[in-house]
């Protein structure tokens, strides 16, 4: 009986003791996390005099994602005996010049990608990569400082694709107007005057034309994070057919070194483009704006992540 009575105490003493030291323990990470906290605090406060000192700063970071598979009388898919891959990459660069009474913000973005689909048992079919993904724009923001938040501005904004079409078509603004830098990273762009060249081999469908410019763009590292958000919209003032849109948005997390996972989706409206699209098909599913049915534009890709 006494050692029973000996060995329960025991293990009552040792559970005390063991919830003792995890209360201890946790009492310790959470003064370490405290500690954390105030150290990325400085570091940020440091950041941020950094960033406002004027020059250049320049940065990029890129997504790259891919995959490849073989199947060899795999009778249960349509396709038993194929090869196929895919593969795709997105850039962000910038080069951003700040001085005390104006700023010259530069800016490019390429999301590309490639898919291949060879079936052993066809010999007539394409088992080459075929682009699918195809999306390049490239920006320069002038600005003239008024306050340190407001500036009269002018936009040259180029968008196109670089595999298939290029500059066909492809789309140039240039104009003026007001930029809006409520904070350090986010820039919003209001041009009233703006002038939409477009470029295509269909003067039928794609029409350049005067209106209004509207651009919203935040790019920002915190820690290992890299992202960016690009909303591009014009609209037209001679018809709302001529208007378009363009969302792109681009996350990495730096998991070690340089590398991380990445992730990369854009939206796009674009009524010319769904037009010529339709009247390319057999038969042509749309003949007229009137009857086109303007589908929003999507993509998105996952990948691993190399921040420059």
Known sequence: MKKIILTLSLVCLTTV??????DALKAEKA????????????????????????????????????????FSNWYAQGTP?????????????????????FFWRNSANANLAWVKLDDKDDATDNDNFESTTDVFTITSLYGRKITEKFAISTLGEYRTTLLNNFN?????????????????????????????????????????????????????????????????????????????????NSFGYTLWKMIGVGFDFGLRSNKQEALNYSLNQTPATATSFADVDNKLQTYWMLGLNYAF
Do not use: C
Request: proline letters at 3%; glycine letters at 10%; charged letters at 15%.
């Open 17 to 22: 003791s063991f919830a003792q030291t995890v």
């Open 31 to 70: 003064t370490k996390k405290d500690s954390i906290a105030a150290i990325q605090n400085r570091i940020n406060a440091i950041q941020g005099k950094i960033d406002a000192i004027p020059g250049w700063k320049k940065g990029a970071f890129g997504t790259i994602g891919g995959s490849i598979s073989n």
């Open 81 to 101: 005996n194929n090869s196929s891959g895919n593969i795709g990459f997105t850039v962000n660069a910038f080069a951003n010049l700040k001085q005390d009474k």
């Open 168 to 248: 066909n078509p492809g789309y140039l603004d240039l104009g003026l107007g007001a930029t809006w830098t409520p904070i350090e990273d986010l820039v919003v762009v209001i041009h009233p005057l703006n002038y939409n060249f477009v470029f295509s081999d269909n003067d039928a469908v794609f029409e350049s034309s005067l209106g209004a410019k509207i651009v919203a763009d935040y790019t920002r590292k915190i820690g290992a994070i890299n992202f960016k958000t690009n909303l591009s919209m014009f609209q037209s003032y001679k018809s709302g057919d001529l208007s378009n849109l363009t969302w792109t």
